[in-house]
């Protein structure tokens, strides 16, 4: 089934997010020449790990409602042998 059709796919904020990339790109290639490599590698991983901890805390709903648990279960089978 296809995700639009569906109507899983907000295409309001779809176009919102399309326009955010545009620009911020366009906006990115104009500053990042005049920064130094440094704050290139290091602003980046400081975003992700203020995100990965606003995660963890369970600040937002969505985040104390997953259970984890039952999708991990499915990733790892134990080996068995085929004797």
């Known amino acids: 089934m296809d995700v639009l059709s569906a109507g899983e796919v907000n295409l309001k ?34 975003v992700l790990l203020l995100i990965a901890l606003k995660m963890y805390s369970g600040s937002n709903d969505y985040t104390r409602s997953l259970d984890l648990s039952r999708e991990a279960s499915c990733l790892w089978q134990p080996n068995v042998s085929h004797s």
């Open 13 to 46: 904020i779809a176009g919102f997010v399309r326009i955010g990339f545009i620009f911020g790109g366009l906006l990115e290639a104009k500053i990042a020449p005049g920064i130094s490599n440094e704050v290139l590698q290091r602003v980046p991983g400081v």
